[in-house]
């Protein structure tokens, strides 16, 4: 019995994506590459060179099985990617946005390829982490999380330079569906009878609503599985706040006061901490 949804296909969304971000960095003056983000110490460039060096990492690793990675004594995941991402923003700002936004739009196309080639239902090539530790992922869920992390970049620019976009519920809904698959192992710290059912509402357009309940001794899906009750917990807040709470583009304290939350407090509580990022 799976502990993830039903399956999500956002392989067709990696194009229309890219294409929304290229018109925005097209559109970007000098000036604006150099306005800070919400990545402590990375402007503008700095994150679009990151969302570069991720269309390459993936096409090295998935589609030549080349990985190259070399770790530091005891170093964990994060501690790993938070360095080479570092690095390769570093050596990256000696690139001209030009030619960062050519190589966007070569590789593009390529990695849709090998996203194109995937088995959605095997296990993935890279565990989610923050969906769980101790089963392997989908391989959709690792597909999803890739979607969901370009998604998140250009909002980060976005939100730098002042220019809304790519929120229309097409791009902007796989990926609060992906981040709702942060549910059970958000919840994964308190044990409740069986049957017990946590609801995640998520308000607006790209919004929906995501179960989490207590079977067979762990947080499932609730889609996953029948019967399930009457929530013990729910918690309800609009889609801009769940994607910056997933992200932590705020804190999880703002976003409680951005939130509704009623019934069991320990899971409410629990629920307003949900992280869909590798942290």
């Keep these: 019995m799976s502990i993830f949804g039903p399956l999500v296909d956002v392989r067709p969304l990696f194009p229309l994506e890219r294409q929304a971000l290229l018109g925005l960095l097209r559109g970007l003056e000098p000036a ?6 919400v990545c402590p110490g990375w402007d503008v460039h700095d994150v679009v060179a990151h969302v570069l060096n991720d269309y390459m990492r993936r096409l090295s690793g998935a589609r030549d099985g080349y990985s190259g990675a070399v770790f530091a004594d005891d170093e964990t995941l994060p501690a790993f990617l938070a360095r080479t991402n570092e690095e390769f923003v570093r050596a990256a700002r000696q ?4 030619l960062m936004i050519e190589l966007l739009e070569q590789l593009g196309p390529q990695l849709d390829a090998v996203w194109a080639a ?4 095997a296990p993935a090539g890279l565990n989610v982490s923050w969906a769980a530790t101790d089963v392997d992922s989908p391989c959709w869920l690792d597909v999803g999380r890739e979607y969901t992390e370009f998604w998140v970049h250009q909002q980060q620019v976005r939100d730098a330079v002042s220019r809304p976009g790519a929120t229309e519920p097409g791009l902007m809904a796989p990926v609060l569906g992906v981040f709702a698959q942060a549910l059970p192992f958000t919840l994964r710290a308190h044990d409740r009878p069986e049957g017990t059912v946590a609801v995640l509402e998520v308000l607006g357009p790209a919004g929906g609503r995501w179960s989490a309940v207590w079977r067979a001794g762990r947080w499932r899906m609730a889609s996953q599985v029948t019967g399930a009750g009457e929530p013990a917990a729910r918690v309800s807040m609009d889609q801009d706040t769940f994607w910056r709470l997933a992200t932590r583009g705020i804190g999880v304290e703002q976003a409680r006061e951005r939130a509704e939350a009623s019934g069991d407090p320990e899971l409410t509580a629990a629920m307003t901490t949900l992280l869909a990022v590798v942290a």
Excluded at 32 to 37: E, K, L, N
């Design 118 to 121: 995937q088995d959605l239902e």
């Design 32 to 37: 604006d590459w150099a306005r800070a983000t």
């Design 95 to 98: 690139l001209s946005p030009r």
